[in-house]
């Protein structure tokens, strides 16, 4: 089977611009997660979908980090406007059912703001 | 609040040598218990995982991990370093499935290991 996909691998943006991340599950895995690693630290949840709702959104930094899950499908993160303490690698997980913890991670995400 | 800390932030082994990762967790119950390991340009791979049982449990790549309640404890070994097995290792927490719905993991921030030849 098709792993976790997410594009782009790198983005690189300006202070202030909008960025989408997108993230591609496993096919038929209905819970959908989003961490995230600034530089040196450990890696920290954002968010859980479960198929297009948001079962889980207490890590979300703040309200310029907008995530959806389209017909509980891909998901998309977007940041607008892009601070550079955004920075990091955006990994996205998949698993087919949340109970037992069987994620499959994609490679993530390098966003660097400058 | 759950946490996880792996006090080495880089360990250096020489190929063939024994490895142990630290790791120690920080939670109210009997929690779920993950290592994680990241090559360069590769997702996260889960190496082993601990839910219940055997407090030692093998993994995939010839690691293994050990529980020990009493020290919140869960360090990973292995007993012959590779040169492949150069990567960056997590240690993780998750909530066990009996006080909730299993879902968000609690990461520690990594060890890289070098391996040397």
């Known amino acids: 089977e098709a792993g976790v996909t997410q594009f782009p691998s790198h983005s690189v943006i300006e202070k202030g611009q909008t960025v989408t991340l997108r993230c591609d599950p496993i096919?038929?895995?209905?819970?959908l997660y989003w961490y995230r690693r600034v530089m040196g630290k450990e890696i920290k949840f954002l968010l859980h979908?479960?198929?297009?709702?948001?079962?889980?959104e207490s890590g979300m930094p703040n309200n310029r980090f907008l995530a959806e899950r389209t017909g509980g499908t891909y998901s998309t993160l977007k940041v607008q406007p892009a601070e550079l303490e955004d920075s990091g690698v955006y990994f996205c997980?998949?698993?087919?059912?949340?109970?037992?913890?069987?994620?499959?991670f994609g490679s993530g995400t390098r966003l660097t703001v400058v | 609040a759950q946490s996880v800390t792996q006090p080495d932030i880089h360990i250096t082994v020489s190929e063939g040598a024994s490895l142990e990762l630290r790791c120690n967790y920080s939670y109210g119950a009997t929690p779920y218990l993950f290592w994680y390991v990241q090559s360069p340009g590769q997702g996260l791979q889960l190496l082993l995982k601990?839910?219940?049982?055997?407090?030692l449990v093998q993994g995939i790549k010839g690691f293994e991990a050990e529980f020990k309640r009493s020290q919140s404890s869960f360090n990973l070994r292995k007993p012959s370093v590779h040169w492949s097995d150069a990567a960056e290792y997590f240690c993780a927490v998750g909530r066990s499935i009996n006080t909730g719905t299993a879902s968000k993991l609690t990461f520690g921030t990594g060890t890289r290991l070098q391996v040397t030849l």
């Open positions: 096919s038929g895995h209905d819970n």
């Open positions: 601990y839910f219940s049982g055997d407090t």
């Open positions: 997980a998949s698993s087919q059912a949340a109970r037992n913890y069987g994620y499959t």
């Open positions: 979908f479960v198929k297009e709702s948001k079962q889980d």
